[in-house]
């Protein structure tokens, strides 16, 4: 049986974002600071893109209350990602990543995949499927998780 999410994912980003932080720098990055922003623009244009079509859906956007879900968004950026915003999450990870000059601090990039696939993506996934059927499924089977 999945659980229904207890941590929101803006926490859980948070939380990853603090550890890439505080963790020490053996392997120093040398990257263009210029990278950063690019990275940062590109997760805000998906972030954006996202939201608006959550709202032009009149879709629920609070992830702990999966039960209020009366629609599953797959135009626009959907076509492409069933979870654009996680993505854009993931995406700034990785530029504070690049910012930090850190190799080391990647890991906090791969633990909020792994997390928030766990703790978010799987519940939502389970309720939809319940909620959605086989219009889900099918969207499933076409558009893949992350990218």
Same mark, same amino acid.
């Given at each position: ?20 932080? =505080? %963790?020490?720098?053996?392997?120093? /990055?040398?990257?263009? !600071? ?5 990275? #940062? +623009?590109?997760?805000? *244009? ?39 915003? =996680? %993505?854009?999450?993931?995406?700034? /990870?990785?530029?504070? !990543? ?5 190799? #080391? +601090?990647?890991?906090? *990039? ?38």
């Amino acid at each position: 049986m999945i659980q229904k999410p207890i941590v929101p994912p803006p926490i859980i980003f948070i939380g990853c974002a603090l550890i890439m932080a =505080y %963790l020490p720098n053996p392997y120093p /990055l040398k990257i263009n !600071a210029l990278a950063v922003y690019l990275i #940062v +623009s590109v997760s805000s *244009v998906i972030v954006f893109f996202s939201l608006w079509q959550f709202y032009k859906s009149k879709a629920n956007i609070n992830p702990i209350h999966l039960e209020k879900s009366n629609v599953f968004v797959v135009d626009g950026i959907y076509r492409f990602s069933r979870n654009p915003m =996680y %993505l854009s999450l993931a995406g700034l /990870l990785v530029a504070w !990543a690049v910012y930090l000059q850190s190799a #080391v +601090s990647f890991l906090g *990039v791969f633990l909020f995949v792994y997390l928030i696939t766990q703790w978010q993506i799987k519940p939502e996934e389970y309720w939809l499927e319940k909620k959605f059927g086989d219009s889900y499924l099918a969207y499933k089977k076409k558009v893949r998780r992350w990218i």
